[in-house]
């Protein structure tokens, strides 16, 4: 079963600082793999994805995350943090195909704090 | 373009009493799930259809939860009786067609059973 690991429940940055949320998935094959962003008391919405070959994904609202088969990552970054970013944010993951297919898994989550 | 809609957004019930959450998807997306989100934890899909037809309900707890989508449109999650352990939020979400990547969720029913 497809499973995923986001470390650090918490990360602080100040406003303007780099922002890395880490997450690693396990797999035997490579999976597609999604992040997604919770603002408080609303739904999910997805930030990115990636399933194609290509490794570096731009998504919404400055974010991106690559993808690292030697090292089975796909990390989150964003290179200056803004106040709007604070949020929790989700790494999934997903089948390419079988019974499993569209269905995603999420990690625990990775609340971010952005201070002045 | 309107999101998915979910009713109640928050509920507060007794424990053994029944509950239902309401969820309308995206119009024209076939695909509708139902997840469920512990505080601090991630949410896990609780039940998935295809249209009409649960293709995926190995994770819903069918002594006290059933489902319908009737018409393959809205849907109804109903726990009957409610435990203490059912407090979190329950999530709908929708996807344009079948093995679909893109999930569009709903703002979720935050249920608290005292």
């Known amino acids: 079963a497809q499973s995923v690991t986001q470390l650090g429940s918490h990360v602080s940055v100040s406003e303007g600082a780099l922002v890395l949320l880490r997450c690693n998935y396990s797999?035997?094959?490579?999976?597609?793999l999604f992040w997604y962003v919770q603002y408080p008391n609303q739904g999910l919405q997805l930030l990115l994805k990636?399933?194609?070959?290509?490794?570096l994904v731009k998504g919404i609202n400055g974010f991106e995350a690559e993808f690292k088969k030697s090292e089975t990552s796909f990390h989150l970054t964003k290179p200056s943090a803004h106040m709007s970013d604070a949020a929790e944010y989700f790494c999934?993951?997903?089948?390419?195909?079988?019974?499993?297919?569209?269905?995603?898994?999420f990690g625990q989550g990775t609340i971010l704090t952005v201070h002045p | 373009e309107a999101g998915v809609v979910q009713s109640p957004r928050y509920k507060i019930i007794e424990k053994k009493q029944p509950v239902a959450f309401w969820c309308n998807p995206i119009?024209?997306?076939?695909?509708l799930y139902w997840y469920l989100q512990n505080l601090g934890q991630g949410p896990e899909l609780l039940i998935r259809?295809?249209?009409?037809?649960?293709?995926?309900d190995s994770q819903l707890p069918k002594d006290r939860f059933s489902a319908e989508r009737l018409k393959g449109v809205d849907s109804t999650l109903k726990i009957q009786p409610a435990e203490l352990g059912d407090s979190a939020v329950y999530l709908c979400?929708?996807?344009?067609?079948?093995?679909?990547?893109?999930?569009?969720f709903g703002p979720g029913t935050r249920l608290t059973v005292t």
């Open positions: 999934a993951v997903s089948d390419r195909g079988g019974t499993s297919y569209g269905k995603l898994t």
């Open positions: 259809y295809e249209n009409e037809e649960a293709v995926d």
């Open positions: 979400a929708s996807s344009p067609r079948q093995g679909s990547y893109e999930q569009y």
């Open positions: 990636y399933t194609s070959a290509a490794t």
């Open positions: 797999s035997s094959v490579p999976p597609y």
């Open positions: 119009s024209g997306h076939n695909t």
